[in-house]
């Protein structure tokens, strides 16, 4: 069993990408939140989705 922290789907339905308003999508191996209408990946560090636009990574094309 591991000490780190989950991140709780459920909290998918309430989180909406701060830039363009959209969906998020959740990827469990990069512990990432990932908007496909902003094109940007919001890291999750503890269990908690940090939705700041500078905590964001720039998706590839």
Do not use: W
Request: hydrophobic fraction near 40%; charged fraction near 30%; glycine fraction near 4%.
């Amino acid at each position: 069993m591991s000490d780190t922290p989950t991140f709780d789907r459920h909290m998918l339905e309430a989180l909406v990408c701060p830039v363009g308003q959209g969906r998020l999508e959740y990827d469990a191996e990069a512990q990432e939140l990932i908007s496909k209408s902003a094109n940007l990946a919001y890291p999750i560090r503890d269990g908690i989705p940090v939705m700041l636009f500078d905590e964001a990574r720039k998706l590839e094309d």
